[in-house]
């Protein structure tokens, strides 16, 4: 199936909750309404049936990854969200996010059904707007470009073996033996360096020495033990240390 990228919004007990959705379409023309599916563990799905409330911004396909990042894998319980963003307050109240977006919705839920692990929620469109011509992002050129998967409370998530087996504690615990191999390598033979391949394991984003991330500004040729210490996944902005070498 074919999906966009969105940001779904609320504003519950004056506090601004989001996500990153794939799984939003329109259900009918008129009156407007559009369906989201929210996991019921993400807590912005219980916000959004708290207040009645919720706004859809369309990201654009050029999207800063790391509001992709922040939106699609941290929880607001960690960290602000909403902090140093461009946001307008709809007519609801709902926060819509502007950053990275070409159009957006402002919508009142009317309808919700449970699909056990989802809930499928159903708003009419209120308010709404399009605020630039830029190509929409779609998911299957998100998951190309960034050698992506879905995050797990997401509806196209598919369990990945590896990534399940990963804990951050170990991960960390794993990035750290790693580094002394690096650096008993190192001593052993100065001359190679590791062109491994590493991959976050909170989020999946490969990084590949031999392209670098221009986008970041690491050209190619760097291997990962030489980005530096507050490098941060361009995708999930995770650490160093979530980041696992391929074998
Ligand atoms: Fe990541």
Not at 164 to 183: D, I, M, R, Y
Not at 209 to 229: R, V
Request: hydrophobic share 35%; with cysteine; proline share 5%.
């Amino acid at each position: 199936m074919s999906y966009g990228l969105y940001i779904v919004t609320t504003k519950s007990n004056d506090k601004n909750a989001g996500y990153i959705g794939n799984t939003v379409f329109q259900v009918t023309s008129d009156p407007a309404q559009i369906a989201i599916s929210c996991h019921k563990k993400n807590s912005t799905a219980e916000k959004i049936i708290e207040s009645g409330i919720f706004a859809v911004s369309v990201l654009g396909i050029n999207a800063n990854t790391s509001l992709i990042g922040e939106f699609g894998f941290m929880s607001g319980s960690d960290v602000n969200k909403f902090k140093d963003i461009e946001i307008k307050t709809s007519q609801t109240g709902a926060p819509i996010i502007l950053d990275s977006a070409i159009a957006w919705f402002d919508c009142k839920v009317v309808s919700k059904l449970d699909v056990g692990s989802h809930l499928l929620i159903i708003g009419e469109v209120l308010d709404s707007d399009v605020i630039s011509d830029e190509e929409p992002l779609t998911y299957a050129y998100y998951r190309e470009k960034y050698k992506m998967f879905s995050p797990k409370n997401s509806p196209t998530y598919i369990e990945r073996e590896r990534l399940e087996q990963e804990k951050p504690a170990t991960a960390q615990k794993s990035a750290k033996a790693a580094a002394v191999e690096e650096k008993a390598a190192e001593s052993a033979d100065k001359a190679e360096k590791d062109m491994s391949v590493y991959t976050c394991l909170i989020c999946g984003y490969q990084y590949d020495p031999e392209e670098g991330e221009p986008g970041s500004g690491i050209p190619p040729g760097i291997p990962f033990a030489d980005l530096p210490d507050d490098y941060k996944c361009p995708v999930c902005n995770a650490g160093k240390e979530y980041f696992k070498r391929n074998y």
